[in-house]
């Protein structure tokens, strides 16, 4: 009899994390995979699906304009009950700590099924940052029957709250199975900005931010010390792809106006967007998936938060944490786009997150264990 399973994501980062699980699904005969999107976001996970050739046999459509927390929980708890309940799997996956994954821990929980969570074991030890993300794993843990850390740091903290050890498998971040996909030599881009850029004369740097709890003062301060360090540095240049939520991109325009060496951009799809990572000098950014991409691609990462939830790079030297304030950000960027010294102590491609292995590992470890229904 196969095992079935059932695999739930909504946003951009979960369906990249995901896909490659799914991929090597595909190619098991033993195991039948149910695919249910809850499409939290809607163009940034459809980009995502294409890539990777996806096609979902659910998919809830839950995604509105300006969506609360709330709103999402809600409907994704609502729409997961009716498929789990018709789909009847023996495990469902979630990957990482969006409501989506939370949402779809809670259903399979009122529906006594067994829960696989991938990427578990992250903690920053703030419940409020990342907010809601650290609540979101944490909630996920109580309800995972197969936590699959990534990291030996990650599988500590999950010891620490007492999990049994049996229950954590320590596999490496999906993150850099998706990576070796995408990342390519001789890589061209379809947007013209992009293939005009020298990336040998300048020092480009790659700035994301979206994080809830950076909306506001913190990302007013970001954007100003990005801006005035391009006044500074004259061949520096910004490629910005602005997230699709309206109140980064407001705080964007704004602070970036009439500067004409930051390029704010739409969204890339995943692999341009990667492929512009391999290129640039340096990477700003807020977002979880970057801090793990950057390290393996060799390039330095400032981490424009308070907290992380993932320390390694840190500890690999090739990412630092800098808060959030104009200052300390300004200085750091200032420190390494002037001194190349300090510059090439942190590019250096280390690889904390795992060696592309990581769903082959994860597959393994549910055909081993088979599943049943409690
Ligand atoms: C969500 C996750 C966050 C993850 C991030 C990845 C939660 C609470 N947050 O944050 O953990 O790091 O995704 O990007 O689960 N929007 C669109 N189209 C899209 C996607 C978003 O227009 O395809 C706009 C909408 O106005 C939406 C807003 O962005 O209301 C925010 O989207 P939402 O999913 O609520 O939160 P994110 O900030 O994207
Ligand atoms: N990404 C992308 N296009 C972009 C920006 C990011 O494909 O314009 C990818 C990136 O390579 C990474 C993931 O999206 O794999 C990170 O998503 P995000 O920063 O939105 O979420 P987080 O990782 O912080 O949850």
Do not use: W
């Not at 309940?85 to 949402?103: C, E, H, M, N």
Request: aromatic residues 8%; negative net charge.
């Amino acid at each position: 009899m196969k095992i079935k399973v059932m695999t739930v994501f909504g946003t951009r980062p979960e369906g990249i994390k995901m896909a490659p699980i799914i991929k090597v699904m595909e190619r098991v005969p033993e195991i039948e995979n149910t695919i249910c999107v809850t499409a939290q976001h809607r163009e940034m996970l459809d980009q995502v699906l294409n890539l990777f050739d996806i096609d979902p046999d659910y998919d809830l459509n839950i995604f509105k304009p300006g969506q609360t927390l709330t709103e999402i929980t809600m409907r994704a708890l609502e729409g997961l009950e009716e498929v789990i309940k018709k789909v009847q799997p023996d495990i469902l996956l979630v990957q990482g700590d969006t409501t989506t994954v939370f949402s779809g821990a809670l259903a399979a929980f009122y529906q006594k099924v067994k829960v696989g969570h991938v990427e578990a074991g992250l903690r920053s030890g703030n419940l409020y940052s990342p907010y809601p993300e650290e609540a979101n794993r944490m909630l996920t843990g109580i309800l995972a029957d197969f936590h699959f850390a990534p990291t030996q740091t990650n599988k500590d903290n999950l010891l620490r709250e007492g999990y049994p050890e049996e229950k954590i498998f320590i596999t490496g971040n999906t993150v850099i199975d998706a990576l070796k996909y995408a990342v390519k030599d001789d890589y061209e881009f379809d947007l013209p900005l992009l293939n005009q850029i020298d990336f040998k004369e300048k020092k480009v740097i790659l700035l994301t931010s979206h994080r809830r709890e950076n909306i506001g003062k913190p990302m007013e301060n970001i954007f100003s010390a990005v801006r005035d360090i391009t006044l500074k540095h004259e061949n520096v240049d910004v490629v910005f792809p602005i997230h699709l939520n309206p109140r980064v991109r407001e705080i964007a325009y704004r602070v970036f106006e009439g500067n004409n060496r930051v390029h704010l951009i739409e969204p890339l799809d995943y692999e341009p967007f990667t492929n512009l990572m391999a290129r640039v000098h340096l990477v700003v950014t807020d977002s979880g998936g970057l801090q793990e991409e950057a390290p393996s691609l060799g390039k330095p990462v400032l981490v424009i938060r308070e907290e992380t939830e993932r320390p390694e790079g840190i500890e690999a030297g090739t990412a630092k944490l800098v808060g959030t304030s104009y200052d300390k950000i300004y200085d750091e960027m200032d420190l390494l786009l002037s001194n190349q010294e300090e510059y090439n102590k942190m590019a250096n491609a280390v690889n904390p997150y795992g060696d592309g292995k990581a769903s082959e590992r994860i597959v393994d470890i549910i055909l081993k264990h088979g599943v049943n229904r409690k």
